[in-house]
């Protein structure tokens, strides 16, 4: 079997080396070299090709401050004879990672493509004059060698085909569209063999070709779609009852390649009932919803869906709930996503560029904990040391160590912070205490009021009381008792009209009357001479106390 076999028609490559001895800022990002190779290429079955493919010297800075170079290409473009005898121009977008192809019929659309990929390693060339060449012609004589390399093109590709030959009934009709807007009609004399081409031989009917004539390409191709998927005769009736492109004045965009494969995938996985109930719908509807759910399942770059999973999806909803396109555009879209990169060379380097500037992080940051230590503990590190990885280890180690020092002294002064927050507590709780005591003692028993007389709670089932016989809250203190001093306003047959809880920061802050009452309205006139008893033994009142509404403050004497 013969082999694949190719040679150069045309190299020519130059590079400035001036950009090199440049700092830093002047370095990233810049282009320094600029190469054009044209290549022939001759395949196992005696077609030829031609790839041109212009390259680009670009300077980047690592993230270790060394300054590093390499060559790219942003576009690559082919020529090729394919097996139908009809030449295709193929353009390679890497940075989009798009890909677009079309036939071409014409000498001016390879000169065109020739001419501005030298015009612009041409224009690079005189913007660089100090530029130094390595492969090809000086720069005077590249438009020659290009002028020639078109030649050899020619020569290795063959006569162009001619488009009102190959194409009899769209001679009126110029390429200007897709390719699949006319490849159905090569070589065609009538609709028939456009239908066939559509079709199939086997699926041809005499109606599909009385349809093919009716109907326009796009329309064509939507149902060429559906293409051993359904029986035939469900795509005449659905071709009859659909209006011709004049009939309609609603604009259907072209479906890509790529969407027309995506669209394909999904009919594919579709049960005939649900793709009979598609058909019944209007073209432009199925067509427009399809395309999008194929957009999100036929994405070059990332992220894509698994299509194996749709007829699981289909039945697990039940096919007479998948109404039509719509519906199966939700379920495409509830499909799991799938990762796929599409440069495993381009992740490697990212991978790699990622370490690289972690492995900076960490030098940086052994650079910054060892000017805390005493002088000549350790080495300072650059990259060249730190590439080192027994040095790179031993000083992995020496942080590591470093951290749990600074840990443990963090530790100790935390226990030692918490030790004595513990002990002032101890200590405030105490001299509550015995404040707390002092008051108790000073007011237990004393006279309040004609009739009435303190009495102070010495336990929690006392305060228990309380809060039953007012209907308050004052039994929830209990945690408060012996800190606070909680005292009752009673009669002389023990029953309690009052509550008061007064605490060493600021005295009085609630005196009230069941349910929370005020005082005035518990006791009435009764209740000021109980303030005034409480000033008189020097027992302060905080200035928002509650129950203190329609009452005095006692004046305080010094």
């Known amino acids: 079997m013969p082999e694949r076999t190719e040679h150069a028609v045309l190299y020519i490559k130059y590079v400035d080396d001036a950009l090199a001895e440049q700092g830093a800022a002047a370095v990233e990002g810049a282009i320094s070299g600029m190469s054009l190779r044209i290549l022939a290429r001759t395949l196992p079955d005696g077609r030829t090709s031609v790839a041109v493919s212009l390259y680009r010297r670009v300077h980047r800075m690592r993230a270790s401050g060394k300054a590093f170079h390499y060559w790219t290409h942003e576009k690559l473009t082919s020529l090729a004879r394919t097996k139908k ?3 295709v121009l193929r353009e390679i977008d890497r940075r989009q990672g798009k890909s677009t192809t079309r036939h071409v019929f014409s000498e001016s659309v390879v000169e065109f493509w020739i001419h501005s990929l030298s015009e612009t390693l041409l224009r690079w060339m005189h913007s660089r004059p100090q530029a130094r060449r390595l492969e090809g012609p000086e720069p005077q004589g590249v438009s020659n060698a290009v002028d020639r390399a078109i030649i050899a093109i020619r020569e290795h590709i063959g006569e162009l085909p001619n ?15 897709l390719a699949s807007s006319y490849l159905p009609y090569l070589d065609c004399h009538n609709h028939a063999q456009v239908a066939k081409n559509l079709f199939g031989v086997r699926a041809y009917r005499r109606p599909l070709a009385r349809e093919a004539e009716r109907l326009d390409i796009s329309t064509l191709n939507w149902f060429a779609m559906f293409r051993g998927l359904v029986p035939v005769d469900w795509l005449i009736d659905a071709m009859r009852t659909t209006e011709t492109a004049s009939d309609s004045n609603l604009y259907q965009p072209p479906l890509t390649s790529l969407q027309q ?12 009932p649900v793709l009979r109930r598609i058909l019944n719908e209007p073209v432009h509807q199925a067509r427009r919803t399809l395309a999008d759910a194929a957009n999100c399942t036929a994405h070059r770059l990332a992220v894509t869906r698994d299509l194996n999973l749709l007829p699981e999806m289909i039945a697990a909803r039940g096919q007479r709930r998948v109404r039509g396109s719509r519906d199966l555009e939700h379920l495409v879209r509830d499909l799991p996503a799938i990762e796929r990169w599409h440069d495993p060379r381009g992740l490697a380097a990212q991978r790699a ?12 940051h052994y650079n910054h904990e060892i000017r805390l230590l005493p002088e000549g503990t350790a080495q300072v590190a650059d990259w060249n040391l ?64 004609p009739g009435l007389s303190f009495v ?4 929690a089932e006392t305060l228990s009381r309380w809060g039953a016989m007012l209907n308050n809250c004052i039994g929830g203190y209990a945690d408060e008792l012996e800190l606070d001093v909680f005292v009752a306003v009673c009669e002389a047959d023990g029953l309690v ?45 905080h200035s928002n106390a509650l129950g203190m509404d329609g009452l005095r403050l006692p004046q305080r004497t010094h």
């Open 261 to 272: 494969r995506g669209i394909r995938s999904i009919l594919r996985r579709t049960p005939q």
């Open 85 to 87: 005898n009809l030449v």
């Open 386 to 449: 730190w590439k080192d990885k027994a040095f790179r280890a031993q000083a992995l180690d020496l942080i590591e160590d470093r951290r749990r020092q600074l840990m443990a002294v963090h530790d100790r002064e935390r226990h030692e912070r918490e030790e004595a927050r513990r002990l002032e507590r101890i200590a405030s709780q105490a001299q509550r205490h015995q404040w707390a005591l002092q008051t108790a003692a000073l007011l237990d028993g004393r006279d309040a009021a």
């Open 456 to 459: 102070v709670a010495r336990d």
């Open 353 to 364: 560029m990622q370490e690289e500037a972690y492995a900076l992080r960490e030098m940086e």
């Open 497 to 541: 009209r009052l509550n008061l809880q007064i605490t060493q920061s600021h005295g009085v802050e609630q005196i009230l009357g069941k349910y929370n009452r005020d005082a005035v309205r518990e006791l009435g006139a009764p209740a000021q001479q109980v303030v005034d008893r409480l000033g008189a033994m020097e027992i302060s009142f």
């Open 163 to 177: 488009w009102d030959e190959r194409f009899p009934m769209l001679q009126d009709d110029r390429q200007y569209r």
